[in-house]
């Protein structure tokens, strides 16, 4: 499928209605609102911070009823988030770096905890402030597992002043239900306060199995967040938050990637599997601003289950289930100083310094258990793993501002693990062990040529950990670091008293030791990462905001990447029979890289009377072709998708209606190579149009 140009007009209609209203609206005081971003661990403008980072604020999260990561992902360019119907399995590729479940390389952290494993890191956001996508490796501040970047997610403060409440509920086609209920507001006035945030979802699924004729990927969940927040005195504060979240979800909608192209979100299983998953989270997060130095204390407990009862033989091959177990329970701290916010030491009339010092600690424990049945072949596989993972990482950062224009950034962290395993096969039982280490540094140099215009240049160093696979053919039993290199020169501009802002950014990325995602020949559906060499990406991310009259907001970027392997990069190709061959994959594009991402839209909105405003939206979302697999023998085709929104908002009340992917765009979004299946390759349809009513109090 090539990209459609129809859609183009839109885009183009709404920024020039925006752009020839412009003349008419020059002399009122209409601003974009400044946006604070902790990319990097300390309250900033984004536009004054030296990184690549796109914000998706509350009033973004709330007009366009961002409910999971990937739906504000659209925003942000060179994002592509390879998700599962099943909600747990999210996977993102930040300009071409990510994959690996059990060890990403995009890191998402919610409060400032760190999601080691995916299967925590893609919940409902509920009572959610503010995203950050911030691209390019975050090493030297945020250590392991952020090669690529790493995604910010900030909970929603509880109020100390005064109550508040809201209420939603959504129904629309697939039998789609939704509710959401948040209480906030004082228990002491200024001193303490708790917040209360809970809801539930449901849907029918998207795919039919042609089999059962039963739809396949059904949804039901229950979330919600508790939060407690003391400020016993002006410089303290303490905050309590407990997330939960319950899944009780259909079975995979994949099929033979052959297949579903020619029909559409249909499947063929033999029976109806399921997956579940819970998830519960707490996290203590204390602060103390001081006349010299602040302090910051992050706490962080994560615990996850997940059960997969799935049909093996998708593929019509060998008739079968597996029963998947999964669970992991991990634990960080991070304690944190620095200068004084505002308050940075003085060294000179022309000279300041801005510092940041800290030591994070962890622990992590990951239990796979595995039973696949072929019952006809009187055959049981079995595949048992424990993984356990102690770490440190210790860091520190200055920035030294000369005659407050000219900043020189250097950061620098050390990094430690201690890595061990327990693997059980039919045939095997090991223990092994294995220690990594690295040091992330970073350098940075920015400039300020006036208050709305600022050049900067970074070079920073990524690292991924090493470690173990849960199964692989025999001598992949362990995979090593995985190191970068990223060259960044951009620029953040301020126009036309802050009605437009335009970043630009220029970047090229080389990395050795990839580790790569492989199909495991001995487990059908199972996948282990061995390393592959060399790889590089280079590309351009140019990002546009603009206000240009009251009620009018229009927005869009492009983001293109060029990314392929090196000439010493291979993959292992391993048969039924154990047998391994090294196949070259110089020259060959990475996977799941889009060569360009873009998007595009506006939000308007006319205030009828001062208690009553109509709104409407339009956004659409721009993807490049792609391949899956790193061989490069089948992709995905150019697409775009549009949204669209309109509605109706009172001072405590609203409603809407709304429509996504609404040209209905059948796309394959993710494939991965399996010689089961006819094709050799397994993959997943985008979900369909789907539309809908939704409407909310608040008090």
Same mark, same amino acid.
């Given at each position: 499928?090539?990209?459609?140009?129809?859609?183009?007009? $839109?885009?183009?209609?709404?920024? *020039?209605?925006?752009?020839?209203?412009?003349?008419?609206?020059?002399?009122?005081?209409?601003?974009? !609102?400044?946006?604070?971003?902790?990319?990097? =661990?300390?309250?900033?403008?984004?536009?004054?911070?030296?990184?690549?980072?796109?914000?998706?604020?509350?009033?973004?999260?709330?007009?366009?009823?961002?409910?999971?990561?990937?739906?504000?992902a659209i925003y942000a360019p060179n994002v592509n988030i390879s998700e599962f119907t099943v909600r747990r399995l999210s996977m993102p590729y930040f300009r071409g770096i990510g994959g690996a479940?059990?060890?990403?390389?995009?890191?998402?952290?919610?409060?400032?905890?760190?999601?080691?494993?995916?299967?925590?890191?893609?919940?409902?956001?509920?009572?959610?402030?503010?995203?950050?996508?911030?691209?390019?490796?975050?090493?030297?501040?945020?250590?392991?597992?952020?090669?690529?970047?790493?995604?910010?997610?900030?909970?929603?403060?509880?109020?100390?002043?005064?109550?508040?409440?809201?209420?939603?509920?959504?129904?629309?086609?697939?039998?789609?239900?939704?509710?959401?209920?948040?209480?906030?507001?004082?228990?002491?006035?200024?001193?303490?306060?708790?917040?209360?945030?809970?809801?539930?979802?449901?849907?029918?699924?998207?795919?039919?199995?042609?089999?059962?004729?039963?739809?396949?990927?059904?949804?039901?969940?229950?979330?919600?967040?508790?939060?407690?927040?003391?400020?016993?005195?002006?410089?303290?504060?303490?905050?309590?938050?407990?997330?939960?979240?319950?899944?009780?979800?259909?079975?995979?909608?994949?099929?033979?990637?052959?297949?579903?192209?020619?029909?559409?979100?249909?499947?063929?299983?033999?029976?109806?599997?399921?997956?579940?998953?819970?998830?519960?989270?707490?996290?203590?997060?204390?602060?103390?601003?001081?006349?010299?130095?602040?302090?910051?204390?992050?706490?962080?407990?994560?615990?996850?289950?997940?059960?997969?009862?799935?049909?093996?033989?998708?593929?019509?091959?060998?008739?079968?289930? &597996?029963?998947?177990?999964?669970?992991?329970?991990?634990?960080?701290?991070?304690?944190?100083?620095?200068?004084?916010?505002?308050?940075?030491?003085?060294?000179?009339?022309?000279?300041?310094? =801005?510092?940041?010092?800290?030591?994070?600690?962890?622990?992590?424990?990951?239990?796979?258990?595995?039973?696949?049945?072929?019952?006809?072949?009187?055959?049981?596989?079995?595949?048992?793993?424990?993984?356990?993972?102690?770490?440190?990482?210790?860091?520190?950062?200055?920035?030294?501002?000369?005659?407050?224009?000219?900043?020189?950034?250097?950061?620098?962290?050390?990094?430690?693990?201690? =890595?061990?395993?327990?693997?059980?096969?039919?045939?095997?039982?090991?223990?092994?062990?294995?220690?990594?280490?690295?040091?992330? !540094?970073?350098?940075?140099?920015?400039?300020?040529?006036?208050?709305?215009?600022?050049?900067?240049?970074?070079?920073?160093?990524?690292?991924?950990?090493?470690?173990?696979?849960?199964?692989? !053919?025999?001598?992949?039993?362990?995979?090593?670091?995985?190191?970068?290199?990223?060259?960044?020169?951009?620029?953040?501009?301020?126009?036309?008293?802050?009605?437009?802002?335009?970043? #630009?950014?220029?970047?090229?990325?080389?990395?050795?030791?990839?580790?790569?995602?492989? !199909?495991?020949?001995?487990?059908?559906?199972?996948?282990?990462?061995?390393?592959?060499?060399?790889?590089?990406?280079?590309?351009?991310? #140019?990002?546009?905001?603009?206000?240009?009259?009251?009620?009018?907001?229009?927005?869009?970027?492009?983001?293109? *990447?060029?990314?392929?392997?090196?000439?010493?990069?291979?993959? $292992?190709?391993?048969?039924?029979?154990?047998?391994?061959?090294?196949?070259?994959?110089?020259?060959?594009?990475?996977?799941?890289?889009?060569?360009?991402?873009?998007?595009?839209?506006?939000?308007?909105?006319?205030?009828?009377? =001062?208690?009553?405003?109509?709104?409407?939206?339009?956004?659409?979302?721009?993807?490049?072709?792609?391949?899956?697999?790193?061989?490069?023998?089948?992709?995905?085709?150019?697409?775009?998708?549009?949204?669209?929104?309109?509605?109706?908002?009172?001072?405590?009340?609203?409603?809407?209606?709304?429509?996504?992917?609404?040209?209905? &765009?059948?796309?394959?979004?993710?494939?991965?190579?399996?010689?089961?299946?006819?094709?050799?390759?397994?993959?997943?349809?985008?979900?369909?149009?789907?539309?809908?009513?939704?409407?909310?109090?608040?008090?």
């Amino acid at each position: 499928m090539t990209i459609s140009t129809r859609y183009l007009p $839109i885009v183009g209609l709404l920024w *020039a209605a925006g752009l020839v209203a412009w003349a008419d609206d020059t002399n009122k005081t209409i601003r974009l !609102p400044e946006i604070t971003v902790v990319a990097e =661990k300390e309250p900033a403008p984004a536009q004054v911070v030296p990184v690549s980072v796109t914000p998706v604020s509350r009033d973004t999260i709330e007009a366009e009823n961002v409910r999971t990561v990937k739906d504000a992902a659209i925003y942000a360019p060179n994002v592509n988030i390879s998700e599962f119907t099943v909600r747990r399995l999210s996977m993102p590729y930040f300009r071409g770096i990510g994959g690996a479940v059990n060890n990403p390389s995009v890191t998402t952290f919610y409060d400032g905890v760190p999601q080691f494993n995916a299967n925590s890191s893609s919940i409902e956001l509920l009572d959610v402030n503010q995203i950050e996508f911030v691209r390019g490796p975050q090493g030297a501040l945020f250590g392991r597992n952020t090669l690529g970047g790493l995604i910010n997610i900030s909970s929603r403060e509880p109020s100390l002043s005064k109550w508040r409440s809201d209420f939603e509920t959504q129904y629309g086609n697939h039998n789609y239900f939704d509710e959401k209920l948040s209480l906030s507001g004082p228990i002491i006035k200024e001193q303490l306060g708790m917040s209360l945030a809970g809801g539930y979802s449901s849907r029918d699924g998207y795919s039919v199995n042609d089999t059962t004729g039963h739809a396949v990927d059904n949804r039901e969940g229950f979330f919600g967040k508790a939060q407690l927040m003391w400020r016993p005195v002006d410089d303290w504060t303490l905050r309590l938050i407990v997330t939960g979240e319950n899944n009780h979800d259909g079975d995979y909608a994949v099929g033979d990637l052959n297949y579903i192209r020619a029909h559409p979100n249909h499947v063929v299983y033999n029976f109806d599997g399921f997956t579940h998953r819970q998830v519960i989270a707490p996290t203590l997060l204390a602060q103390h601003k001081g006349d010299v130095v602040d302090f910051d204390s992050t706490s962080g407990f994560v615990w996850w289950h997940t059960h997969d009862y799935c049909d093996l033989s998708y593929y019509s091959g060998l008739p079968g289930n &597996t029963s998947d177990l999964e669970k992991g329970l991990q634990f960080s701290q991070e304690f944190r100083f620095s200068s004084a916010e505002g308050a940075p030491l003085q060294l000179n009339q022309n000279l300041k310094l =801005k510092w940041q010092a800290g030591l994070q600690i962890f622990t992590q424990n990951y239990t796979y258990d595995r039973n696949s049945d072929f019952t006809s072949l009187h055959y049981l596989y079995k595949i048992f793993s424990d993984l356990n993972d102690i770490g440190v990482g210790i860091y520190g950062q200055t920035t030294l501002t000369a005659w407050d224009k000219l900043d020189f950034i250097v950061g620098l962290r050390g990094n430690f693990e201690d =890595k061990t395993a327990h693997l059980v096969t039919n045939t095997t039982d090991t223990r092994p062990s294995k220690d990594f280490s690295n040091v992330t !540094p970073q350098f940075g140099l920015a400039y300020h040529l006036t208050k709305e215009h600022m050049l900067y240049a970074t070079v920073s160093r990524g690292y991924r950990a090493g470690g173990f696979n849960t199964a692989s !053919p025999a001598g992949y039993e362990s995979y090593d670091e995985e190191n970068s290199w990223n060259y960044e020169i951009g620029a953040k501009t301020s126009w036309l008293d802050n009605k437009l802002l335009a970043n #630009l950014t220029f970047y090229y990325i080389n990395w050795d030791n990839l580790q790569l995602n492989q !199909p495991d020949p001995v487990t059908p559906g199972s996948y282990y990462i061995a390393n592959a060499g060399s790889a590089e990406s280079k590309g351009v991310e #140019l990002e546009l905001v603009a206000r240009p009259l009251s009620g009018l907001d229009l927005f869009g970027g492009v983001g293109v *990447a060029d990314t392929k392997f090196l000439s010493d990069a291979h993959a $292992i190709h391993t048969d039924a029979f154990g047998t391994s061959t090294t196949v070259g994959l110089g020259g060959n594009e990475l996977p799941n890289t889009p060569l360009f991402t873009a998007n595009g839209g506006a939000q308007y909105t006319w205030q009828v009377s =001062k208690k009553v405003a109509l709104y409407a939206r339009a956004e659409t979302v721009f993807y490049g072709r792609y391949h899956y697999n790193p061989a490069n023998t089948a992709a995905q085709d150019a697409y775009n998708l549009t949204n669209f929104r309109a509605g109706v908002r009172g001072d405590h009340w609203f409603a809407e209606g709304w429509v996504r992917n609404a040209f209905d &765009t059948h796309y394959v979004p993710l494939a991965f190579e399996d010689p089961n299946w006819q094709s050799g390759y397994v993959g997943q349809c985008g979900d369909p149009i789907t539309f809908g009513l939704r409407a909310g109090l608040n008090f």
